[in-house]
């Protein structure tokens, strides 16, 4: 949940052997820019920097793809390419904040892992093929995350976005998108954390009809998440490193109480605003980590999952007396409307 270091950055950009690649998988590492035949799945996991490694179907003995599924038939993707990019039918678009997963009751810290297409909005946000931030999708194609990720990194070129993840080491390229526009708020400042949004247009539409990628509801102005249990998701630590801690390759969630903003200041002092909204038990055990920046912390109001926050800052993960920090989306309504109305 803290800034993303430099030297996690450059840990990335060391990239891994292609030996796993060619020789375990069977597959080949081509240049992230040049793609993976359709069809392939394909990892990041076990190529260089800005690579990925492509593997066909047939190489690995399964004309279907792990339970994350999106675009290789089974249960949740249909025909090929069902959960990836393409013009939308409006009729067809299933309402925001639903899932087919029935909610469990509730490693992201403290949590457990979530099943397959339970947080259908949840998306990857990779820099040169590596995960470093959570997203989520507020429609077809427009995607809400935090600022403090694109700090030292702001070009979208070097930006892909996963939809439909659930193992985030086996995915396929109908499940990656490229970024056409990537907008940080102007107001966002390290210093204070204040204005910690960032909007992304992905390329092209992708299709909510499925079950495996929908789009979370954005809240309502008056909608405040006070005293509610709400989840928070994603693919970060289970612990606090200070040098980082690796992340999960199932996507996780755990349930959070929210509090007031008066009661947060009370733990945080005068760095809690009203655009924050902060959530976790006074005992800590339960809160977002490092690598889930960016990512969603969802409430069911009247049936739906509304974006309530985006995990902003911390101090450590699931600390005792030190809530997690979100970004209050309610507060940036105008602001969403006004950027995706710019950016037609």
Known sequence: MTHISMNLLHALALGLTTVVCESTYHGRCVSLFTGCHT??????????????????????????????????????????????????????????????????????????????????WQVSLMYGGHHVCGGTLIDSQWVASAAHCFEHHKNPR???????????????????????NLIVHSRYSSRNNLDD?????????VDLSGSSIRAACLPDPSD??????????????????????????????????????????????????????????????????QGDSGGPLVCKKNGVWKLAGIVSWGYGCGQRNAPGVYTRVSSFLTWIQQQKAAHP
């Open 39 to 120: 069809g392939d799945k394909y990892s990041y996991n076990y190529c260089g920097f800005l690579e990925e490694c492509c593997v066909t179907p047939s190489n690995t003995g399964s004309s279907s793809g792990s339970s994350s599924g999106g675009s290789s038939g089974g249960s949740s993707g249909g025909s090929s390419g069902s959960s990836g990019s393409g013009s939308t039918s409006t009729h067809n678009v299933a309402k925001c904040g639903t899932s087919s997963v029935g909610q469990t009751h509730t490693k992201i810290v403290g949590g457990s892992t979530a099943q397959a297409h339970e947080f259908p």
């Open 158 to 180: 070097y930006w892909t976005v996963g939809v439909g993840m659930h193992d985030r080491s086996r995915i396929y390229t109908s499940q990656v998108h490229h970024v056409k």
């Open 197 to 205: 949004i960032a909007l992304l247009k992905l390329d092209k539409p």
């Open 224 to 289: 405040d998440f006070e005293h509610m249990t709400c989840t928070v998701t994603g693919w970060g630590a289970t612990y606090f490193d200070k040098n980082g801690a690796p992340g999960q390759r199932y996507l996780h969630k755990v349930d959070v109480p929210t509090m007031t903003n008066a009661n947060c200041k009370y733990y945080l002092g005068n760095s809690i605003h009203t655009s924050n909204l902060c959530a976790g038990l006074r005992q800590g055990g339960k809160d977002a980590c």
